[in-house]
C-alpha cells in the first residue's frame, strides 16, 4: 500500500516539476536583464546549492543511525534520551553566540567552521563512552544552528551584495528546498547500504567526506561577507537584541517560525508512534520517510507555482491555518491511512513555508544582525522541543500541544500582517507626499 502512495507522490513531484520547467521558466526568461543575470544570477545560484546540498546531505546521513548506534553501544534509554536533549540544548544556548560570530566574523568562515565542527562530532561517534558521544551531541548542536543561520546569511547578502532580483533569491530557496528533500531520500539509501555492509558507524565516515568536499568547495569559490563586523561579538550581540524587539515585525516574525518550527521537530519524534497506534502490523519507516520527503519536494514545488502569483504572507497564512486543521484531524482519528495522508499534507504545507519564510526574512531582518537573530530565533524553538521531549506526554497530548501552538502561530502571523500593511500604507503616503 505503502508503495503505491510513494509512486503516486513521486508521480505528482514530476508533473509539478515539468510544469515549472515547461511555463515558469519561460515567464521567467522574458523578464531576465540576460548579461547580468546569466554571469552574477547562475554563479551564486551554482555556489550556492552545491554547498547547500552537501551540508544537508551530511545532516542526512547521520540521522537515521545516530539512535541505533548509540543502542549497539549499550546505552539505556534514559542516556540515549539524555544525549538527544543535550543536542537541542547546546543549539539553543551557544547558537546566539555562533550567530554573533558570523556577522562580526564572516559567515564563509563559520560555515567552513560547520564542516569542521560537525565532522569532529562524527569521529566521536567511533568511542563507544558517554562523556566523548556527549561532546559530540554538544558539536552538533552547534553545527546545526550554523548550518540553519550562517548558510542563508551568507546567500542573502551576496545577493544583495550582487545587485540580483528578487525572484531569483525566490527560486534559489525553492530550488534548495527541492534538493533538501531528494538528498535526505538518496542519503537515508545510501547510510543503509553503508550500515549494512560496513557497520552503523559507516554513514557517518561518509559524513566525514562530504563535510571535507564541502569545506573545499567553500574555500575556492565563496567570497566572505559580512553583518557588522566593526562590533565586538558581545557588542553586536546586544545590538541585534536591541533590533529584534524595537521592530514589533521582526519579533512577530520570530514568534510564528519558532512554534510552527517546534511543531515539525515535535512531529518528526511523534509520528512513528502515532502510525503504529492506528496499524496493528508494523509500519515500512523507511517508505514512509521517503513518502514524506516527496511530499516535501512537492511542497517546494507548490511554492515555484505560486509565489509569482500569491504573496508570501498569505501563503504562509493558509499553510498554518491547514496545519492546525491537520492536527485536529490526527487527535480525531485512530484510521491509518487519514493519519497517514494527514501528516503527508503536513510534509507538503512545510516544503511551502521553508522558502516562504527564507524570503520573508530575506526581507525583515537587517542585514547587519542576520546571522544572530536567527540564531536568536531557535532559542524558543528549543525550549519548546526539549520540554516536550521531557515531559513524555502521550501522542494525543502531545499533538493537542502542536494545535495549541498553531493558534499561537496564526495570531502572530496575523498582528505581522497587520503591522506590514501599516507600514506599507505610511510607505505609500510618504512617497505620495513627495
Known sequence: MFWLYFVSLSLLCIIARVYIRLYKVSQVSKEIDSENFEVQGRKLQGEYLIVYLLAVSADWLQGPYVYALYEQYGFSKAQIGFLFVAGFGSSGIFGTFVGSSADRFGRKRLCLVYGLLYSISCITKHFPIFTILLLGRLLGGISTSILFSSFESWLISEHNKRLLPGWLLNEIFAKAQFGNGLMAILAGQVANILASNFGKVAPFDASILILFIMSLVIYMKWDENYGDNHKDSKVGFHCALQSLFAEQRIWLLGVFQSCFESVMYIFVFMWTPALQLTSSTNIPHGLVFSCFMVALMLGSCTFTILEGNVEVVQLLRICFIVTAIVFLVTISSSVLWIVFFSFVLFETICGVFFPSMAVLRARTI???????????????????????????WSVSTTFEVCVFLMFIVIFTHHLFTCQREVLTSREKTISEDA
Do not use: C, G, K, Q
Not at 546571522?371 to 536568536?376: A, G, Q
Open 366 to 392: 537587517p542585514n547587519e544582525y542576520r546571522s544572530t537573530i536567527m540564531n536568536l530565533y531557535r532559542v524558543p524553538l528549543n525550549f519548546i522541543v526539549l520540554v516536550v521531549l521531557l515531559a513524555d
